[in-house]
């Protein structure tokens, strides 16, 4: 053996091979978080399976070689099963196996080969000693060792070879047995047991390795499946959550399950915040009766497609989005709950709003011109000349009676110049140019304005301003007039003596800045933004005010929301930037 290199043992590395020693042994638990097997001297105690110490001859011990009493093998084997787990790594679970057989057959040596289970190509190589280096490149099976476990050639797999008989491991000359590991129909390694030269087997060895081997096989095999199940979890997790188009999945109890990054996008929360939430109960009030029927049938395994929902957002407002339901199936055929995939309609359903709005203004712009033209100069010749016999008959002693019917036609002017005037606001947009303002100091400035509504209404102003809240860019004047109407509004709806209007301001991120007016008065219908809807007495309003009010705070490149209950008060959230944006 000397002379020839080819029959001395090495133990190099084959270039892109991983091979594991043996993993070394402490008590109680080795360092890879595995208990470590029983060690070899407890085996044999209770096996007898140690050497005769009356024979001389080093050969003559090795020929007394007995297996493993039953009772042992129970035990070991047991052990093994709770300790190794599909969780570790192959070659943690091949060491922790062939650690456990080294411990219950003293004076045998083992290897265990592996291959990858699609390519073939050479993963593992685990021994107990020093491989010859042939037997370590590609592993081989024996035809007698496939016949034994009811396998045909065709199970053979690309990295594995098919011999006649067994091919020495680790010594020339030296006997032993095989067992191919198998996964579905595929060899994938095998595991092969050598005894030292002139040792013949004992009768029982190869029945007990070949049941620790089928574990071993099995063990392997199913921690690959659990690598692979993970893997396609992950994946489809992934896919999932980094899809463009907002995904939400809902159990059978209506809990939101998962949802993805669009979705968090789109709403603005954060996951743990939906996690778990009813899903009915998080979509506003007005769509949950529309939304629950195809739920229903969504659980009855029918799909639905391009409806609309809209989403509430964080900071105030609605995102709208057209989803499509799928039913998610059990293994079992029943539904576990069901998918919703959607697209973004925000930004149609806006511009759809704003060219309605835009057609309107044009409209309003032209109509507006128009009476601005024919009534402005004879209604400031009514308004000045009524105004001036007014006030020469106050200073004659005139009647009462007159001196009414002539305040009836300056206020009736006055009305008339005022809706004049609202119209050419509410239809061209205002010249001046933004600066930074504070928006507390607007408020203050807005209230006091209001003064005598708010006295007049017997109404209680109260105020929380948050002192972080920065300036914002904004056209002053407009400013005044969005937080007036807001003001007016409230007063006249709030109940006599007894109103109190609450008005908050608080950043909400680095770009924006939430007001909110609050009152408890009587509450106000969705329709209050379109123009010339008024829920004030006729003669009473123009119905222009919030229209003007939704423009303005629209130029600021901001947004206004409202949320109202009959008789249960009105609350009017304003959004508006920080920084100066340019449209």
Known sequence: MKGDPKDRPDDTPVPGERESAPHPKVRGRDRRGMRAPTRSSDVQALSGATPSADADETGERRKLLESPAPDA???????????????????????????????????????????????????????????????????????????????GESSESPGVDVVDAWLPLFERGAAGFDVPMVDGERVVGVLGVEYPVGVEEPEGDRHIVVQIGLQLGAALRNARLLRESRYLRDYLSKLLDNANAPI?????????????????????????????????????????????????????????????????????????????????????????????????????????????QAEKLATLGQLA?????????????ISVY???????????????????KLRRIVQSADRILNFTRDLVTYA??????????????????????????????????????????????AVESQLHQVFINLITNACHAM?????????????ADEDFVVVRLADNGKGIPDRVFEPFFSTKGEGKGTGLGLSIVRNIVQQHSGAIHVASYVGGGTTFEITLPCRLRRK
């Open 73 to 151: 093998v129970l035990a070991t084997v047991l052990e093994l099963a709770r300790q190794v787990s599909v969780e570790n790594h192959d070659e943690e679970i091949v060491g922790g196996y062939l650690d456990t057989l080294g411990a219950l057959f003293p004076g045998r040596r083992f290897a265990v080969r592996l291959v990858a289970h699609d390519s073939g190509r050479l993963v593992l190589v685990h021994a107990t000693g020093k491989l010859f280096e042939d037997r370590r490149q590609r592993p081989e099976v024996t035809r007698e060792a496939l016949r034994r476990h009811g396998l």
């Open 248 to 356: 939400v999945v809902i159990g059978k109890r209506r809990d939101i399950r998962v949802v993805n990054r669009a979705f968090l996008a789109l709403t603005g929360m954060e996951r743990d915040e939906l996690l778990g939430q009813d899903f009915v109960s998080f979509l506003p009030e007005q769509d949950r009766a529309r939304l629950l029927p195809i739920f229903i049938s969504a659980l009855r395994g029918e799909s639905a497609s391009n409806f609309e929902v809209r989403l509430p957002r964080k900071n105030g407002g609605f995102a709208r989005v057209a989803m499509n339901t799928a039913s998610i199936l059990r293994t079992a055929g029943d539904v576990e709950g069901v998918i919703a995939i959607g697209r973004d309609l925000t930004e149609v359903r806006e511009l759809q709003e704003q060219v309605i």
């Open 369 to 381: 011109a128009g009476v601005v033209h024919e009534l402005n100069n004879p209604l400031t010749s």
């Open 386 to 404: 009524s105004d001036y016999l007014l006030k020469k008959l106050e200073t004659q002693g005139a009647e009462e009676a007159d001196l009414g």
């Open 428 to 473: 061209r947009p205002s010249t001046e140019q933004p600066r930074l303002v504070s928006i507390q100091d607007v408020l203050e400035q807005s209230i006091v304005f209001c003064e005598h509504v708010v006295d007049d209404a017997g109404a209680r102003v109260e105020r929380e301003y948050r002192k972080a809240v920065p300036p914002i860019w």
């Open 495 to 507: 109940p006599a003596g007894a109103g109190v209007l609450r008005i908050e301001t608080e950043q």
